[in-house]
T-cell receptor
Framework: AQSVTQLDSHVSVSEGTPVLLRCNYS??????LFWYVQHPNKGLQLLLK??????LVKGINGFEAEFKKSETSFHLTKPSAHMSDAAEYFC????????????FGRGTQLTVWP | DGGITQSPKYLFRKEGQNVTLSCEQN?????MYWYRQDPGQGLRLIYY???????QKGDIAEGYSVSREKKESFPLTVTSAQKNPTAFYLC???????????FGAGTRLSVL
């Protein structure tokens, strides 16, 4: 069975401070892991993707995530938050049993204060 | 521009009415998906289709129907059997080679 747990439903940071959005996953297979971002009333945009080539994955807009198999975690980080980062973030797992089938976490709402 | 187009952006349904949400893609992707998004629940899979003329139920298919007559199109009908249709609906298509899903901008459905 596959599942994704985003450990925080809301995260608030000040502009210029680091961002940490936490994600744990459960998968019976070697997973592909993703982070997507959604701005209000918009579709989802891919931030980054892990597929076992490297444990530290760099994405767009300065975000990166580290795959830790021993901890079954895939936390998203950014060194310095920007006001435009305020959005909802989804951690997602894909497994090979059904091509393209994704399992979503419940989302983390990121607020950035000036 | 290549992409996924969902229409309309906003849709209102009357009691007992069926409504159809459109999803078109020009990315030449084989697989397409419909998700429902409710606040605090992430995205839940309604239906998906990996090839033309074939589709599979997802986790919450009751009260919904789909068709896949063309590779580019995957319309979703919300039937009167769906008693709580108010939600944000997202369509996606997937590049199987890259194993990446691309999303449309969504349709917000409300009940009058």
């Amino acid at each position: 069975a596959q599942s994704v747990t985003q450990l925080d439903s809301h995260v608030s940071v000040s502009e210029g401070t680091p961002v940490l959005l936490r994600c744990n996953y459960s998968s019976s297979y070697s997973p592909s892991l993703f982070w997507y971002v959604q701005h209000p009333n918009k579709g989802l945009q891919l931030l980054l993707k892990y597929t076992s080539a490297a444990t530290l994955v760099k994405g767009i807009n300065g975000f990166e995530a580290e795959f830790k198999k021993s901890e079954t975690s895939f936390h998203l980080t950014k060194p310095s938050a920007h006001m435009s980062d305020a959005a909802e973030y989804f951690c997602v797992v894909s497994v090979g049993s059904t091509l393209g089938r994704l399992y979503f976490g419940r989302g983390t709402q990121l607020t950035v204060w000036p | 521009d290549g992409g996924i187009t969902q229409s309309p952006k906003y849709l209102f349904r009357k009691e007992g009415q069926n409504v159809t949400l459109s999803c078109e893609q020009n990315l030449n992707h084989d697989a397409m998906y419909w998700y429902r998004q409710d606040p605090g629940q992430g995205l839940r899979l309604i239906y998906y289709s990996q090839i033309v003329n074939d589709f599979q139920k997802g986790d919450i298919a009751e009260g919904y129907s789909v068709s896949r007559e063309k590779k580019e199109s995957f319309p979703l009908t919300v039937t009167s059997a769906q008693k709580n249709p108010t939600a944000f609906y997202l369509c996606a298509s997937v590049s199987l080679a890259k194993n990446i899903q691309y999303f449309g901008a969504g349709t917000r459905l409300s009940v009058l």
